[in-house]
Structures are given as structure tokens and as C-alpha cells.
């Protein structure tokens, strides 16, 4: 944002006529009057997603009943959306599932790495991840190490069996460097687990040239896949032949329509498939995920990077009072901005009841994304106007 | 179907024209000039399913983005959608939920069952039970004990922690005594797990009249859920507070908007839910109930009884060399018919081509599901006619 001299609404305006990626908006159907800077929570429906569920809803299910098992591909669609989901996240094809949870992902990998490393009893994680990456891991590993991020190195010792590490923080936003944890964990003999809800579609990932084990992810906030739409699960593939799921379902079956009284996990990932596949929500993922064919995740980040840095410039400018939380750095930080306020609840609130849509994280954030796909520049004009206002003496 | 004399199609025609629930088939969306036999497997669309899905699309995501999580009530859809469900499963309100799959809900309340039973290490089951439930309980279980049905009863002893069955057998349609299997595991002091993947929806089912302690089940077949919509879990009331789920999500928290470090169980079944919720897996099947609403399954029943008499009186007159796999008595049948031949297989193929639509399940079943809510007495007819012509002599 360095090019900018007088800050104002039409230099914001410029930049959008200026942004490559201006056109991706057109792939979405958001409501009018409203600014939404949650898509790092729920993204919103977009045009291809809506037609592929309404094929897989009329045509497959309808027209094509039991049939579309396997004429329609629903046997290999967790593999084949997932086939997809790799090149995003730096992952080879039958490298990634999508199916379940991230809860119960997180749960069958981290359980399977704790058996790969038998006579370890560590997960290492970090304090302040994810209360559900917490739950899990206290529930499975005999010791849960939680360290604060400065002295995760140091913590790594041949007793830790897993170091599993939420990629980019949900409340700051604040990014790990994948690859130095992933060597540090490596030379101790550690497997590790990332939990990249908040990094697949925000930042550019490359699991596999980090050397990175097993990941897992939520797929309905930067790849707008839908309301709780299915998890996806990677584990590479020299690993697979090692690892099993705890949960033996039949989808994880290597012949699930033999029914066979005995269990043979499938050859590769598909063996941490569980039940049958949800089939219309992996449809709406299918579709969400047009809009990223043959887009360019720098391009994605580059837009990103001046957002936020935008919306920092923003907030110093016009909006005294608020503390940015997210690191300052772009190369320290994912793909949305966390502002401290004390009055933070309040004020997301008060936003959202002018048509400005964050999220509220306790005890005192305000959350805003950045999704380069459907937000302009001047949406993040009009966003920090709103919260100028609403700090303006006497409004609050 | 003693009252019949002469059985021929017009007497099939007869059958519909007397039949209460005729109209409900056009509650749904089936295709033209096949006759469907497989709703046992894959229920067909509703009218309803699809609105209720278009709603959870356009209005509660596309319209209503993140604000739907309360707005809409997706944060308590899975007991929502549970309530609805319990009627037809003799539950209460509260003591179900819809999430996940089968496997992983067969997964969870195994594994706490066995934890409410220390010192006790077997699972007995029946020898020839849906593989996944073998599976499960063997990567759980210290013992898997599994014998023939007949010897179910005298195989219960003080070292049983959980009685594993299917309430109706995938591949014969054979059903169990639910109320003195389930007195019979107390009496030892063992818990019931009961897989109702093929009764729900297809039998009359009284968890409560029963006492039973726990069980899950799909709902894309006889519920019309859609393909692989979520499934069901149920624990009776007297013992939530005492089981545990395995997996610690942070939608079975007590609070999950707290963004707790500490785990703390929701106080309910709700503990046994894990991560984000399938909205619109749910939604479909939330619209594919509103069919159910004020159906008395009695009635259900009643049909559902007529119709499989119906098809083994048919397949005794007109298919010599078929035999019937299913039971004959109606008490102890669910609601299909099996039929075993050789060539079992082809004949499915076959009679798909002729639009014929059933499964065949290894290594010789015909399976032929028996559904009151969308088929005719008079597909019956054509069904066996179909049948009856591939096997007859030259043809085959």
C-alpha cells in the first residue's frame, strides 16, 4: 500500500479497478448491502456450488438412485475431491481425502501417529490452539505437552510422538513456518500433524516440500464449500502404508462392496475413510471449488497481503483505541486481521447491525477476514468507517 | 394377501386402489418407467428434501451466511433433526442425534460402553453381522465373541460388557426379539448396542419399551435422507450422564462458542457429537421427515407386511428355482425380501436393464426392499413378472 499517498475511499476504488482478481467476486451470491468479512468462518455460496449440488440433488439422486454409487462416481468422490483439494495445500494426487470432521480427522490421524511411535507418549502442542485440538489430543495421548510458540524447538525431544500445531492461529491469525517446525520435529524423530483450517485457501501451502506428515483441514471457510461441509485429511504417501485408522468403517475397506468379514484397510489414504460419503455436501465442495481451477494461490496471496495490509493502515489511521493483534509482518501472518478492543463483543455487534459482518472471538477480538476471492478493497474502506464511527467520541 | 384369489395384475391394481397410503408416493421425485426396489439402500427424493435443501441453500448460506448458525438454529440442528427422529424409534426428545456416520457412531458408543463396563472385555455378536460392525468392534475389543443367532442367548455371561447386533440382517431381512435379547443382556448386566441401519423407517421400533441402553443407525435408506446423509445415535436418558464420547469435538462441548481449553461434555446425547455439523446433509434429511410427520407406523407396517407377503406368494407361483432367503413369518422379517438364486448376480443386472431396480449382496441374494411409502402393489407384479420372464426356460 506503499503507492498510496491520501488515503481515501477512491484510492481504495482505484486498487479494485487495478486487481486482477476483481472478476472471481462474480462467482459468488452475496447479498446485497452488506461488507462480509467472515468468509474465514463460513465462506458464501457461489454459482458453480449451487449447480453442482442441484446435479448431484436431481440428477444423481433423483434420476440416477442407487446407480450413481458407482456411474455417477460416488464411490471415489472423498478421493476425487480430494485429488482437487491436493494441489492447494502443496500435495500430491491420492495424498488427500475429504470425508468427516476436522474433530474426527484430527482424532484418527493423531491416534494413528501416537501407534506409529510406540514407546512415545508426547503430543506437542502449542498453549492458545484449538480447543479441539486440545480435547483430542488430551483424550489419546498420555502426556499432552502445551508449550507457548517460542519454545516449541526446544520442547521437541525423543519423547514426543506427534507434534501437531494449528498452521495459522484462529484467533490472531499468526502463521508457523511449516518447514523449520517440520525439520526441528524430524530430527527428534516426530511425526507431524497440521491443522490447516484457517491456512487451506488463505496462504500458499506446500506439505509436501516442508516434508510435512499428516494434515487436516475444514473446507467451508476459505474454500467456501458450505455449512459444515466435509473435513479434508492428507497424509503423504510415503506414509501410508504404515499408518492405520482407528476407526475401521467399510468406506476404509480395500473392498468395501465385497462385505467381507474381514478387514483389509485400503492401500492408500482411502483407509481413513470411515461410513458412507455425505454425498451432497462433497457435491457443493466439488462445485466451490471451480472457482480455484487454474487460479494461482500467489495471485490469491498477493491480493491478500495488500488487504490486510490495508486494513491495518486503516485501523492506525482512524481508529484509535484499537490494538491490531494480528503480527504486523505479512510473512508471519495468514489471511485476516484480529483486532483487540475491550469492548470488542459490543462493537462486532454493533458492526454487523450496519451491515459489516466479522466475528467476535473472546475475550476481546474482533476477527476479520480477508477472502481476495469476493472482497474488494473498498469493502474494507467502508468496513473500518463503520468502526470509526461507531469509536467516535460520544458513540461509544 | 388371503383374501386374493385369482393373483394377477388387475388383482395388484386392487390392492393400490384400497391402499391409505397410495398417495404419499407422490411425495416423491421418482423417475419414469423404472420400479424401484432398492429404497433400502437409497431412499428416493422427496418433494420436501429438495425444498428443505433449496431453503438450507439459498436462504440459511446464501442469505443468511454465518448469522444462520443461530439465526437458522444450525447449532442445535443435529438434536433438532434427533427429535423428529426419535417418534419413529420409540425415543424420546433427547435422546438422539444426526451426525456423522454409522461407523463413527457405532465407533464412539462402543468404545464408551466398554469403558461403563470395566472389567468386562467382550463384545458378543452374531456371526454374519453388517462387516463395519464387526470391524469396529474388533479394533475396540479385547474379545469379540460371535455365534449363530440361536446361541445368542446362552453366549451372554458376566464378561459381556456390550450386546452388538443389527436389528434386522442387511442380507436376509431377518429381525431380532429387540425386547428379550435386550432383557437378556441386563440380566447379565451387559449394555445393548443396537445397529438399526434397516429397521428405522422399515419396522415398528420401541427403544424405550424395550429398555434398550443405546443405538445408532443410518437414514438414507427407508428415511430418504439422501446418499449418505447423516446417520443417528441414540442413548437412553437414565444413562447419558454416564457414558462418554471417545472423541472430544468441540460441538459435543457443553459450550462450544466458549473456545474452552477444558473440555467439559455437553450434559446431554449432544456430548457425543464431534466436529462442525453437514448442514445440508441435514437440511435433506430434516425435509425428508416432514413425509413421516403423522404417518402411523403402525400402518407402515401393516402395508409393508402385505407387500412382502405378497412378493414370496409370487415368487413361490412364478419363479421355480428361486428360493426365498428371507423369513416366511412376517414377525421375524423386516421389511425386504431376499431371494436366493446361482446366478443371483446377473439376474440383478438383467432385471436393472428391463428397469427393475434391486441389489444383489454376495454371494447369491436377490434383495428386493419393501417400501409402503413410494411402491405399488402393482410394481410388485411387474417386478416378479420381469423375473418370472428371465427365468423362464431359453431365457437363461
Redesign the interface.
Known sequence: MDSIGVLDRDACRALDEGDRLAHLREAF?L?DG?V?L?GN??G??SRTA?AR?ER???G????G?????TEAG?MKRPQRVGDRLARLVGAEPGEVIVS?????NL?KLLLAGLQARPGRSVVLTEE?T???D???S??LAPEVRRVTRDRLVESLDESVAVLLLTHVDYRTGRMHDMAALTEAAHAVGALTLWDLCHSVGAVPVDLRGCGADMAVG?T?KFLNG??????FLHVAARLQASLRS??????G?ADPL????T?EPAPGVARFL?????????A?LDGALDVWDGLDMAAVREKSVAMADLLIRLVDERCPGVEVASPRAAAERGSQVSLRHPDARNLIDAM?RRGV?G?F??PDLIRLGITPLHTRFVDLWDAIAVLADLLSPGRW
Open positions: 451470491e447479498p452488506i462480509y467472515d468462518s463460513l458464501p455460496l449451487r449440488l448431484a440433488t436431481t444423481e439422486w433423483g434420476s438412485l442407487i446407480s450413481s454409487w460416488w468427516d470432521t476436522t474433530s474426527l482424532y492458545g484449538f480447543p479441539t486440545l480435547y483430542v488430551e483424550a475444514c467451508y458450505g455449512p459444515g461441509s466435509p473435513a482407528p476407526v475401521r468403517g467399510w468406506f475397506h465385497s462385505f467381507s468379514d478387514y470411515t461410513g458412507t460419503t455425505g454425498i451432497l455436501g462433497l457443493a454487523a459482518i466475528d472471538r473472546p
